[in-house]
């Protein structure tokens, strides 16, 4: 059998919970697959599509994202801005041709170590069964550039 | 405001990466010397200049490694990859200030809970290693130098809810020399524990320990009492709030009323009072809730008041010696400006009604918890006497079931932490004024407090009967002869093995505490957030539990989760603590994580408008551009994320920050 | 070495404690069980109209299943005298799915043969043969024979009643069968190849 | 006309044929139509479940399957009979919980060509088909005989408001749609504590001694009560209560006479429609007498023979009671 396909997947965190979660996870000791990357965010409202496209497009086979369960959001109710955001993210991955399946949206209080780490798993087997993620890579586009001052003149 | 001072800082060109072992908990697992060389050769192109592997980074020869570094190498920026940020953040970010660099300038990335705490494969746990290291570094040459904040505080205080956790914090503040609004909705102070008759373990009466305190907060000279009022609304940020208040019109002219109490004498209207009475017992239609009132001055119940339905009436007026009956009032809105907010909202009792196997509300002799407490209260309805519905006949068996309501996933899945020590009490009281046999029904018997279990014996001795097993139903339908006229509490008796059919007359339910019907709204008013179940979230539930994730706003008593009378005088005096700690700081800082609003770059088509909830974000019409208010805004990037002109940015949490250290993750495949 | 069975007997020792007993129950049981969430708070057997019968309590089985005392488990009545009324099941705080729970276990005991009076699992059986000849339950074939075997002496007794019920057009006297026969035996020939196994 | 799909369930074929005959006498007068699951089978009541799990779920599955073809106008699959609707809803929610179920039932129905997508059917009582689809105002403006003076126990059984999957009912305990229907018939109805326990199912067959004091609780509570008559929603609630009440007056040495009828015989009544098309006459305990309390005149239950084929009674007669001996004294 041929070597096991390894994805890299990039995850998006809050800082009060599921990124606490993570930090539970390992006080705890759970175990998990080492194809999860994490970004920590202050809220899960701060998770722009922008930052998923980038990652797909920079060689992520997946990305998770997550955030405080709803009800429970460190900032009122911002987690249900990024719910919203990540069904039109889907839509537009499947207009563009992706596997919806690649992002997903994980709710993990900071009490859910052992949570946080079987969806990772789950996601890990669900990315690997998709198969590596071919995004056409366009030269030139190697290191995120800061966007041009805009001239403006008076 | 030009373009060229728009541009971002000067990049960071002198990088220094430290990787630590923590001992064998990261290097066990993680070949950490490899990761520092890795960095210091891959890397090198952007920028890092030295990289090293430490035993410890977070002793305090490790941070003097840090120090040394930046003043050798002129490092600019710095990226530690050890435990947490939540952990060893701060520790990081203070060595760097030492050694004179900007504390923002540091980057801790965590590669022991993330890394060689959950991973067993080396070779992995290296390469993800790399990967996490490498996302900090790319994401340090973005860092910024940040300025933390600081506001002047505004010394007032205001207290919201007057039952004892609230009249604790405002006697606590208000003795330190400072000024407190106490607002309370109900016509007095007291709270649920004005409603009990007993407290346990001590059984001191209830009543003789708290009028003191209602007394001492209704004449404070420091307090500003404001009972049948509500908070309307809050704006404002720590050290700076505003609020409105509305103080309902009472129709009695507070300067005027002695509190003679002339008035309810003469009321011709009497009603079930479903608030202090339980519904238990009846009021007039102007009234104070009870003798003891703080204030004294009564209030016209509008819905009921037969004046205000018909027209005509006017007795309390006629009586009046004082001539304080004015039905012309009207409510009253006012602001009020403070530094900091206390929160003692409390609970609602949970509404036994939903248990239908219970029959409360069906079965005439099933009484919920507070009704039994006014009808053991020498205040009460019956004057302390225990009877059944009927008004006359004493009980002779009582049952007392426990958690109802509570540890249940069909209602609420939490233990409410004073149903055990309240049912004991309950037992003791039946025992005591009626003799009566007295059984209590639980799932287990919680007495985990000072003196707690020592009363359990007490009540044990005493002679009650308990069953371990949590009760089935209660039914009217008889079985038995025997069982004919009775209440029958059906049970697994678990620890005999067996059901039992327990004939009673009395049915008294243990019922849980629900947090308050309006607990959502509340928290949305003060800008703090609510578990799902709707209880206040503290900032963190053991090192923190009085604060909230909103600087400014502190939480006593209920209104964050059961507790018991102790506790929440405890909360209390906890919250006055942390106020009165930043009232003497005179000024606090405010993290630097905040959202800013490139005014040339916004279109003004202000998506962003309403999404904040901590309501930062205004629309400026003359310029039509929006702006934040640093000062409001707690850091959560929403807007940032929203923007479509890219003008919003946030600061520690920059596109630019987090597209770079995607870029730096995906660096080893 | 001495012989277990008669260690296990002679010698007065407990049953091996069976600790995948808990597991084995859980996964065999439709839905998600939440075997393992039961706080032995005693509302099943408390609620259960016909406790009186039972050898123990749903509860007293579940603290069994847990110790892993699985003879005495898939001895136990209990479960046969459970009458699938869901009082336990609405009332119990931890949502655990006791009926379908009592349902495993009387398939464990058949399967097994460990039950102590056949009564039940032959009417179970007899059912069970009658839909799958007939894809139709057939309610005086199935009483007689159940009665026939179980309770002879009753039978005349309860003549009348059936007979009362025939008059009245309430039972046939031949079953009737569902058209397309062949599609649910291939259906539950199928069905008896496969176990739930996680 | 609100459409649905029909699952009859084995005893609306038998025991149960009163119900069936009262259901179809009143559909039109409702406005709903009803269509049968084609070529049916039984849903193995309680007793599959106990022999082996996956057959169990794939018998009750096949009717699921073929009942999702057939919807076309409507995806509501109504069944009249409490155990049938509990194995249709249960099937259906435990196969979406549990997807290694779903999985393998599909797996056993695929050698039947069939397949079922759990939650695509949405399957329901008829009960609280009439209360919330048809609606109480509906019922109340088609009585014509309105049960004046009728007091009535209105008594559902176990298995319709629990478990409640999908949460339909107004309580599990004490839910009053039963009772609401009853009242905008214009019965009395008594306040019945005991309205949704068990009438002992299946064990008037496995262990009669326990199904026996079952019965009793029900029968004479609804007596102390001074019902005129019980009314169910359910074949096994209604054979119970009714065939074997003889059995239980003999085990306890008791004499009550209490008739049980389905809640769609009354309602064809108080429809004005003739009580012999609405199976009426077909209970053993005779509703007779009281029906004759509102002016209902029954045709008289023809009582079994003398002549008995079988063994002579072994047992001790009856005392001689006020009431008429019950037919299965023969």
Same mark, same amino acid.
């Given at each position: 059998m041929s070597e096991k396909f390894e994805p890299t997947i990039i995850g998006f965190t809050c800082n009060w919970c599921s990124y606490r979660a993570a930090d539970l996870a390992g006080t705890a000791r759970v175990k998990y697959p080492p194809n999860v990357r994490l970004v920590r965010l202050m809220?899960?409202?701060?998770?722009?599509p922008t930052f998923v496209m980038k990652a797909l497009a920079g060689g992520a086979d997946g990305v998770m994202i997550t955030g405080c369960h709803p009800g429970e959001?460190?900032?009122?109710?911002q987690n249900y801005k990024a719910l919203r955001r990540f069904l039109l993210l889907r839509r537009t991955l499947a207009g563009l041709g992706?596997?919806?399946?690649?992002v997903k949206l994980v709710w993990a209080s900071a009490a859910e170590g052992v949570h946080l780490a079987a969806e990772i798993t789950k996601l890990v087997e669900e990315i690997r069964a998709l198969g590596p993620l071919d995004w056409p890579t366009w030269n030139g586009h190697e290191e995120h550039q800061p966007e041009p001052a805009l001239e403006v003149t008076a | 405001m030009s373009a060229e001072e728009k541009t971002?800082?000067?990049?960071?060109e002198k990088i220094g990466v430290y990787v630590c072992h923590c001992g064998s908990n990261i290097a066990g697992i993680v070949d950490v010397e490899n990761v520092a060389k890795w960095a210091g050769e891959e890397l090198a192109h952007k920028g890092v200049v030295i990289a090293r592997d430490y035993k410890?980074?977070?002793s305090s020869l490790g941070q003097e490694l840090i120090e040394k570094d930046i003043k050798e190498f002129g490092l600019d920026g710095v990226v530690v990859a050890a435990c947490s940020p939540h952990l060893h953040e701060k520790t990081f970010r203070t060595a760097t200030e030492k050694a004179g660099?900007?504390?923002?300038m540091c980057e801790l990335v965590s590669?022991?809970?993330?890394?060689s705490w959950v991973h067993t494969d080396k070779v992995a746990a290296t390469e993800k290693s790399k990967a996490i290291l490498s996302g900090g570094v790319h994401r340090v040459l973005y860092d910024e130098p940040l300025q933390e904040m600081k506001v002047p505080i505004n010394p007032n205080t205001l207290v919201v809810g007057g039952g004892i956790a609230g009249i604790q914090a405002a006697l606590e503040i208000a003795n330190a020399g400072f000024h407190v609004y106490l607002v309370e909705r109900?016509?007095?102070?007291?709270?649920?524990?004005?409603?009990?008759d007993k407290t346990f373990?001590?059984?001191?009466c209830s009543a003789c320990i708290l009028t003191p305190r209602m007394v001492e907060a209704g004449t404070h000279p420091n307090i500003t009492l404001l009972t049948w009022?509500? &908070?309307?609304s809050v704006s404002g940020y720590v050290g700076n709030f505003n609020a409105t208040i509305r103080k309902k019109?009472?129709?009695?002219?507070e300067d005027l009323c002695?509190?003679?109490?002339v008035c309810i004498e003469k009321c011709p209207k009497k009603i079930i009072d479903d608030i202090y009475e339980a519904g238990l017992g009846y009021r007039k239609?102007?009234?104070?809730?009870?003798?003891?009132? &703080?204030?004294?001055y009564p209030v016209i119940d509008r819905e009921n008041c037969t004046y205000f339905q018909?027209?005509?009436?006017?007795a309390c007026e006629k009586f009046c010696p004082t001539d304080a009956?004015?039905?012309?009032q009207e409510d009253e809105l006012f602001n009020i400006e403070i530094g900091n907010i206390i929160l003692a909202t409390g609970y609602d009792l949970f509404?036994?009604?939903?248990?239908?196997?219970?029959?409360?509300?069906?079965?005439?002799? &099933?009484?919920n918890s507070l009704e039994f407490e006014r009808l053991s209260n020498a205040a009460g309805p019956t004057n302390g006497n225990i009877v059944l519905r009927d008004g006359k006949t004493t009980p002779k068996t009582v049952g007392i079931i426990h958690c109802v309501g509570s540890r249940d996933r069909n209602f =609420? =899945?939490?233990?409410?932490?004073?149903c055990c020590m309240q049912s004991l009490k309950f037992a003791h009281l039946v025992k005591e004024r009626t003799g009566a046999e007295v059984y209590e029904f639980y799932i287990d018997m919680r007495t985990a407090a000072k003196s707690y279990d020592e009363f359990y014996q007490r009540v044990l001795e005493e002679g009650t009967l308990m069953v371990r097993g949590k009760v089935a139903e209660v039914t009217d339908?008889?079985?038995?002869?025997?069982?004919?006229g009775k209440l029958i509490i059906q049970v697994e008796d678990t620890f005999a093995g067996k059901q039992r059919r327990i004939p009673v007359d009395m049915v008294i339910l243990s019922n849980g505490m629900e947090p308050r019907s309006d607990a959502k709204e509340t928290a949305k008013k003060f800008g703090i957030s609510c578990s799902a179940d709707s209880w206040f979230i503290e900032k963190?539930?053991?090192?923190?539990? &009085?604060?909230?994730?909103?600087?400014g706003v502190m939480i006593a008593g209920c209104a964050s989760g059961p507790k018991d009378i102790p506790t929440s005088v405890a909360q209390g005096a906890a919250a006055a603590a942390r106020v009165l700690d930043k009232i003497l700081q005179k000024e606090v800082a405010l993290e630097p994580i905040r959202a800013t609003v490139d005014e040339i770059k916004c279109?003004?088509?202000?998506?962003?408008?309403?999404?904040?909830p901590f309501n930062a974000i205004s629309f400026i019409d003359d310029l039509a551009v929006t702006r934040i208010n640093p000062a409001l805004c707690?850091?959560?990037?929403t807007c940032v994320a929203a923007c479509p002109a890219g003008a919003i940015s946030g600061t520690g949490f920059s596109n630019e920050q987090i597209l770079a250290q995607i870029d730096g993750l995906l660096m080893v495949a | 070495m001495p012989d277990s069975n008669a260690l296990k007997q002679g010698a007065g020792l407990r049953q091996q404690?069976?600790?995948?007993l808990l597991h084995e129950v859980s996964v065999a049981?439709?839905?998600?069980?939440?075997?393992?969430?039961?706080?032995?708070?005693?509302s099943c057997g408390g609620s259960c109209p016909s406790a009186a019968d039972m050898d123990h309590t749903p509860r007293m089985l579940f603290a069994m299943l847990r110790a892993g005392i699985r003879d005495d488990v898939l001895r136990s009545n209990t479960p046969w005298i459970?009458?699938?009324?869901y009082h336990c099941v609405v009332r119990c705080p931890q949502n655990v799915h006791i009926a379908d729970v009592m349902y495993t276990l009387k398939g464990m005991a058949i399967k097994a043969k460990?039950?102590?009076?056949s009564t039940a699992p032959d009417f179970s059986k007899s059912f069970v043969d009658m839909v799958e000849s007939f894809g139709r339950s057939f309610e005086l074939g199935l009483a007689t024979r159940h009665y026939l075997t179980h309770y002879p002496l009753r039978l005349p007794g309860m003549a009348g009643m059936g007979l009362g019920m025939l008059t009245k057009k309430r039972m046939h006297l031949v079953p009737s069968r569902i058209k397309d026969m062949e599609q649910l035996t291939a259906i539950l020939d199928k069905a008896k190849t496969l176990e739930l196994t996680e | 006309m609100n459409e649905y799909i029909l699952y009859p369930g084995c005893s609306m074929e038998g025991s149960a044929k009163a119900y069936n005959d009262s259901l179809m006498a009143i559909k039109d007068t409702l406005g709903i139509g009803l269509h049968e699951v084609e070529d049916w089978n039984c849903c193995?009541?309680?007793?599959y479940l106990s022999i082996n799990l996956i057959p169990a779920y794939s018998l009750i599955a096949r009717n699921l399957a073929i009942a999702s073809k057939q919807?076309?106008?409507?995806r509501t699959v109504v069944a009249p009979c409490s155990a049938c609707y509990l194995n249709l809803s249960k099937a259906d929610y435990y196969m979406d919980e549990r997807p290694t179920l779903g999985q393998k039932v599909n797996e056993a129905l695929a050698a039947g060509g069939l397949h079922y997508e759990p939650g695509s059917l949405e399957i329901r009582h008829l009960l609280e088909v009439l209360v919330y689809d048809v609606g109480l105002d509906t019922i109340k403006s088609k009585v014509?005989?309105?049960?004046?003076g009728l007091r009535v126990a209105p008594y559902l059984g176990c298995m319709v408001p629990r478990p409640d999957y999908y949460n339909r009912?107004?309580?599990?305990?004490?839910?009053t749609e039963l009772d609401e229907v009853l009242k905008a018939l214009g019965a009395e109805v008594i306040d019945f504590p005991?309205?949704?326990?068990?009438?002992?199912g299946h064990m008037t067959q496995i262990g009669p001694e326990t199904a026996y004091e079952l019965i009793r609780r029900l029968v004479s509570s609804a007596d102390n009560y001074q019902a005129d008559i019980m009314t169910t929603v359910c074949p096994m609630c209604q054979m119970n209560l009714d065939a074997y009440q003889a059995e239980t007056n003999r085990h306890f040495g008791t004499h009550y006479q209490m008739p049980i009828v389905f809640f769609t015989q009354l309602m064809g009544l108080a429809f004005g429609m003739d009580a012999k098309e609405l199976?009426?006459?077909?209970?053993?305990?005779?509703?007779k007498k009281a029906l004759e309390r509102i002016g209902v005149e029954l045709p008289e239950?023809?009582?079994?023979?003398?002549?008995?084929?079988?063994?002579?009674?072994p047992q001790r007669r009856l005392k001689k009671t006020a009431t008429p001996q019950q037919e299965v004294e023969a």
């Open positions: 809220c899960s409202g701060r998770m722009d959001c460190h900032y009122i109710d992706i596997e919806p399946g690649r | 971002p800082n000067k990049k960071p410890f980074m977070c660099l900007n504390p923002y590669i022991r809970e993330q890394v109900e016509p007095s102070i007291g709270g649920h524990m004005a409603q009990f373990p001590t059984l001191d009022s509500e &908070v309307e019109a009472r129709y009695v002219n002695t509190g003679c109490a239609v102007v009234y104070t809730p009870f003798a003891q009132a &703080v204030p004294k018909k027209g005509t009436c006017k009956i004015d039905f012309n509404d036994a009604r939903k248990v239908t196997n219970y029959g409360y509300g069906r079965l005439a002799n &099933v009484f =609420n =899945n939490y233990c409410s932490t004073i339908a008889a079985r038995q002869p025997h069982e004919e963190h539930p053991k090192l923190d539990p &009085v604060s909230t994730m909103t600087e279109s003004g088509c202000r998506i962003c408008n309403n999404l904040c707690q850091g959560c990037g | 404690e069976d600790l995948t049981t439709a839905g998600v069980s939440r075997l393992e969430m039961c706080i032995q708070c005693g459970c009458v699938s009324c460990q039950y102590k009076d | 193995g009541a309680t007793e919807a076309n106008s409507t014509v005989r309105p049960l004046t009912w107004s309580d599990h305990e004490h839910p005991l309205k949704t326990t068990c009438c002992g199976g009426f006459g077909l209970e053993v305990v005779s509703a239950t023809q009582a079994p023979k003398k002549k008995v084929e079988g063994l002579p009674m």
